[in-house]
């Protein structure tokens, strides 16, 4: 299902060094050790990284493009949990972390690039560095200021509130991402949506 | 506001490294320069760990007891985020991460006993420690499963099954929960969890 198409550039080293030294104090050692069980990958608009069913077995970080999370519902409706966006790192962490299968879908919303790096390999090279283990403790402690905030908002706010703050937070995101899909994160309708955005 | 009262014991040091071998293999030495910086507290039911306008200073282990955290909302309605049990770290990460104002409260349920380190304190022993790194990365990634799960029901369910899914995972802990609390952690009234629970 996924293509290594093109090899890990020196400017893809370079990339990552610099993401990687607003978290930690990665050695060249650390970079190449992760570099070597990144695997780059190319994703077309609407592919699919991980399909309900499967064992989330990759975690991925995006290099370029967005993607989004979601399952179906009882009622056969898709929701959405999250959009992932350049820089950060995707997977079911669930599926990923307890190598058990997924309920959910990780699509791709635009072309994309990804590196992709297996739990046992990733494992591996943790073992090893301290360095690495401070970086993905920082991207992970991340992760858990978005969810928390995500929570309070779902947790207390309109649909039209939650849309102005989303905005208001990525102003730029919001013009890439299709309408119903940005309904289906918020929890309404894209025609609440339309509506709130002024759009009819 | 925080008071000391008894010191880090040889029954806590044993406990924690109980703890810490579930996800790491902390040596001799780790556990020894994470004891020294974590400060054992305890704290009276009710009482506050955190209030809206402080900054979060310390990052909390539980050792016993459970605490809440929430928020007010516009309306002045306090809405539940998460509970923290026994064996949990506990902050505002956002606030403590980034020594920013917070707009939460947390608060003990119940009597508890926790240890709490402050952000520099833990940043200087995870500057040399690659196995406490490992245990801070792979803990996060357990608040991080816990996150998604919470995001995807609360995006989905209504509040009867919200209360059914968190009673079926949480069987003993619910008990123990004041029904106002666990509504407002549920988005819903009091009278309509008394309903749901049968005890009306």
Not at 13 to 30: G, N, T, V
Not at 47 to 61: A, M, N, S, T
Not at 73 to 97: H, M, P, Q, R, Y
Not at 176 to 187: D, E, K, N, W
Request: glycine share 6%; aromatic share 14%; with cysteine.
């Amino acid at each position: 299902m996924l293509f290594y198409k093109y090899r890990f550039s020196l400017g893809m080293h370079e990339r990552l060094k610099k993401h990687l030294s607003k978290f930690a104090d990665p050695l060249e050692e650390d970079l190449g050790s992760l570099s070597k069980v990144l695997r780059p990958v190319k994703v077309k608009k609407k592919d699919f990284l991980l399909r309900q069913g499967q064992i989330c077995k990759y975690k991925y970080f995006v290099v370029s493009g967005f993607f989004r999370m979601y399952f179906i519902n009882d009622k056969g409706v898709e929701k959405t949990i999250n959009f992932s966006i350049e820089d950060w790192w995707l997977a079911d962490f669930d599926s990923f972390g307890n190598q058990t299968k997924t309920h959910l879908f990780i699509q791709a919303v635009e072309d994309a690039e990804v590196l992709g790096v297996s739990r046992s390999d990733l494992e591996e090279v943790l073992t090893k560095s301290l360095e690495l283990n401070r970086y993905f403790r920082a991207v992970g402690e991340r992760v858990r200021i978005a969810d928390q905030r995500r929570i309070e908002y779902i947790s207390d706010l309109s649909g039209k509130d939650l849309y102005r703050i989303f905005q208001s937070l990525n102003p730029d995101f919001v013009q890439r991402v299709p309408q119903y899909m940005l309904a289906s994160y918020l929890g309404v309708t894209p025609e609440f949506l339309s509506k709130v955005r002024g759009l009819k």
